[in-house]
């Protein structure tokens, strides 16, 4: 006998604490800014995790520092003024903070103020790499650790369809990031469910490459979905050697176009919710993703290809061919803007967290199920909503 609606709702316990995460996973590091954002002496303001950041280019390096001033609450990056190399100072009573330590060294209102050298704005560990700044979102007393650990896997040099690491010295990486509508679960699900990729099926990068890009695929059992939870980083994959490419739906009259197919094409997804398209959208290319969480409601989609490149002519081939060609048809309107039309769509359901309950899962699922148990059970901290309110 099928099973009713009601009874086919899965107990939401084991789910809690990825219902809890709706301002994001902390303990983590995530993409904050492009470098190209902040020139020298430049001051910008980003929301990541419900906190507010303020990241300054001072000698060329990058420091990043709680947003929010400690006398009554406005954001230095509103109006950025940097009086000193090593300082950022608020535009409004000039609460003077020290960019290493965060400490307040002066107030341009108040030169022997007693508060001098007593309270400390908080600072964020930042890194900085091929063109890319990430911070480390979490407690402050949280150790420290490595970019790495939050980046898809590094595959073997021999890899005869390796693509580029994010954080080799030859890898270029080219980029957008944009804010989008929906919570960073939704985006974070959305990326590497093998269930929703007949919505690519009418894509131009698609139809342009004759690409043999399946409506869907069979998972022929458990063992088809791989769980990377040894260690870090943690990810959670599909091996692609046990699927069964499903091309039609004869019945609806669907199918998909193309019969091109392309070799050492991998989708995996890390925490804190990272994407790592391997020859994609081109061999030889890598596509990541990050979905970074704002607010509640909206996350920054980061869609980043990554190149190998050599010699500084290849470099400028893969800039000519990114601006020319990839961006749109891959990134955007090519491809991912249906991506995005999606998660948009999804977040009204999910909104008030009923939709947690009130979702009817089917096989395909499976994936984005064990994709939330990964987080339940590897984050290192579910990100608390924020005490105040700034603007
Ligand atoms: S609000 Fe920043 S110094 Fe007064
Ligand atoms: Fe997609």
Redesign the pocket.
Known sequence: MAASKSESRKPLKFLQPYIDARWGIKNHWYPALFSHEVGEDEVKGIQVAGEHIALRRANGRIYALQDV?L????LLSARPTCLTKDTIS?W????TYDLESGDLCDIIASQEDPLIGKVSLRTYPVREVNGMIFVFIGDEDYPRQPLEHDLPHRVADDYEHRTAYPLDEDTVLLGIRRECVGNWRLAAESGADPGHVMIHRLSALLLSQNLGFPLSVKLKDKDSILIKDEGWPKGIGLDYTTLEHVMENKRLGVKTYGNTVREGLNVTMYLPGVLYVENWPDYGLAQYEWYVPTDDKHHVYWQVLAKTCKTAEERQDFKVQYDNCWEELALKSGFNDDDIFARAAMEPFYEDERGWEEETLFSLDQFVVEWRKLVVNHARGIQTPPKQKTG
């Not at 006398?71 to 406005?74: F, L, N, P, T």
């Open positions: 001033c006398h009554r609450g406005v608020c409004y009573h000039g609460f």
